[in-house]
C-alpha cells in the first residue's frame, strides 16, 4: 500500500486523519488517491489479495482502499478479488472471504462504503453487473448462477442443469449472460450463453478443452476467453456470439495467459500472465503494464461514459 503523507507536522493534521478513518471504520477508509481507473486488477504487493487501479499505460499505479487483510489467514487473504466495474463507474463489485465463506461485496470507486451483499455458507463469486447497473449476477458453489438486485435482495439461480457452471459475464445489451460449464466426470468446459431471466442455455464452444473466464467485446458481437484447444498451455481465444470465427488472440507463449478483458473502445484486450497485466491490440502487439513479481492478475476496464472521479 502507498505510504500516506502526512502535509505539515502539526497535530491537527494528524488528528483529522484519524478521525476520518474511523467515521468510516465498518465500511472503510478510502484509498489513497494515486490509483489509476482505467484498470482494475488484483495484486498481493502488501500480502494480501486485494484490489489495485492503473492508468491504461500502466501508470499511477496504486491500491484503491486502504482497508488489509490479514494474509495469515485464509480469510483475510482473499481479502479483495475478482473485480467489475459498475455501468456508471461508481461502484466495484467483488468477492471477499474476509467473513469466512467468499462473498460478493461493493464498495465505492475511491474504496471507500464497503458493503456486503451475500451472506451464505457457500462460496459466491465472480460478480458481473447488469448494463443498466441493477442487477448482479455470480457463481455459488453449489454449480449454478444467480442473479440479485444490485442491494443483494432477491436473490435467484439462473440455471438448473447439473452440471457446474461458473464465472458469468452480462452481455453489453443484457440478454445474456456467458459463462463456463464443466462437462460432469470429466475436466472439460465449454462456454455457454444462458438469458438472465433462465430458461434453455446454449452452448456456444465445442473445443473438448478447457475454457474460462468468458468476457464480451463492447459491440456485443465477439467473446474472448481462456482456453487450452491448441495445446497443454492457456491462450486468449475470441469467438463470434454465434459460434463461428474461433480465432487466437495471444500468439503461442511458453506461459499461460488468462482472464481477458475488453478495452471500451474495443481495441485492446488486457489479461493477466506469469503475474503480470499484458495489453494486446489487434496486430497482435503486446505490452507488459505491470511486473511479475507483483503477482497481478483479473484486470477489469472501466467502462465507456463512466463518471470520472476527482483525482482521476
Not at 454465434?242 to 495471444?250: D, F, H, I, S, Y
Not at 491490440?281 to 472521479?309: F, H, I, K, M, Y
Request: aromatic residues 8%; contains cysteine; negative net charge.
Amino acid at each position: 500500500m502507498p505510504t500516506v503523507v502526512l502535509v505539515g507536522t502539526f497535530r491537527t493534521s494528524l488528528v483529522a486523519f484519524l478521525v476520518a478513518c474511523v467515521a468510516v471504520v465498518l465500511s472503510g477508509c478510502g484509498g489513497s488517491g494515486n490509483a489509476g481507473e482505467d484498470i482494475l486488477f488484483v495484486g498481493t504487493r502488501n500480502g494480501d489479495y486485494a484490489l489495485f487501479g492503473m492508468n491504461r499505460d500502466g501508470g499511477n499505479q496504486g491500491r484503491i482502499s486502504d482497508e488489509q487483510g490479514d494474509p495469515s489467514s485464509p480469510q483475510g487473504l482473499r481479502f479483495q478479488v475478482e473485480p467489475a466495474w459498475s455501468p456508471d463507474g461508481q461502484q466495484i463489485a467483488f468477492a471477499s472471504s474476509r467473513e469466512g465463506s467468499l462473498d460478493v461485496f461493493v464498495m465505492d470507486a475511491d474504496g471507500s462504503n464497503t458493503l456486503r451483499l451475500t451472506s451464505t455458507k457457500d462460496n459466491d463469486g465472480h460478480p458481473t453487473w447488469s448494463p443498466d447497473g441493477k442487477r448482479i449476477a455470480f457463481h455459488r458453489s453449489d454449480g449454478h448462477l444467480y442473479v440479485m438486485q444490485a442491494d443483494g435482495s432477491a436473490a435467484r439461480r439462473v440455471t438448473t442443469t447439473l452440471a457446474p457452471e461458473a464465472e458469468p459475464a452480462w452481455s453489453p445489451d443484457g440478454r445474456w449472460l456467458a459463462y463456463q460449464q464443466r462437462t460432469p466426470g470429466t475436466p472439460i468446459r465449454e462456454i455457454w450463453l444462458v438469458s438472465p431471466e433462465g430458461g434453455e442455455a446454449r452452448q456456444l464452444t465445442k473445443l473438448d478443452a478447457q475454457s474460462y473466464t468468458p468476457a464480451w467485446a463492447p459491440d456485443g458481437r465477439t467473446i474472448a476467453f481462456s482456453s487450452n484447444d491448441k495445446g497443454s498451455r492457456y491462450g486468449i481465444f475470441a469467438i463470434g456470439v454465434e459460434g463461428k470465427g474461433l480465432r487466437q488472440v495471444t500468439p503461442a507463449a511458453s506461459t499461460d495467459a488468462f482472464e481477458p478483458s475488453w478495452s471500451p473502445d474495443g481495441n485492446l484486450i488486457a489479461f493477466s500472465r506469469d503475474g503480470s497485466i499484458v495489453t494486446i491490440d489487434p496486430q497482435g502487439a503486446e505490452t507488459v503494464l505491470t511486473e511479475a513479481e507483483n503477482n497481478d492478475s483479473s484486470p477489469a476496464w472501466r467502462p465507456a461514459g463512466a463518471t470520472d472521479q476527482e483525482g482521476s
